[in-house]
């Protein structure tokens, strides 16, 4: 059973770094952490509700997904390490 979804386990390492990176971006721009927590949390039921509803549809392009996935991941690294960076070069400014 569990075999017919192992396309899908990079997706879900994908999705657990993906909440990370989003979590460190919401710290980097003051974000409020108990709204940032449940967001995130909305954000994974949502997900787990797709996944639940859509995974016989989505398991034909499970390649293209995880592709996609990883696409994300490595876009919105680059974007929080930028803006990190960023944001360190602008508090080392006010000191």
Do not use: C
């Not at 879900?12 to 949390?41: D, H, M, R, T």
């Not at 016989?56 to 499970?62: L, T």
């Not at 592709?67 to 960076?85: E, T």
């Amino acid at each position: 059973m569990l075999e017919e979804f192992m396309p899908f386990v990079g997706l879900i390492i994908f999705g657990n770094i993906e909440n990370l990176i989003l979590a460190s971006q919401g710290v980097v721009a003051g974000v409020n952490p108990k709204v940032l927590g449940l967001l995130s949390i909305f954000a994974v039921v949502v997900w787990l509700f797709m996944g639940f509803v859509a995974t016989d549809v989505a398991m034909q392009y499970s390649q293209y997904i995880t592709f996609l996935g990883g696409l994300a991941i490595v876009i919105l690294g680059i974007i929080s390490i930028r803006d990190a960076v960023h944001h360190i070069s602008e508090t080392k400014g006010d000191a």
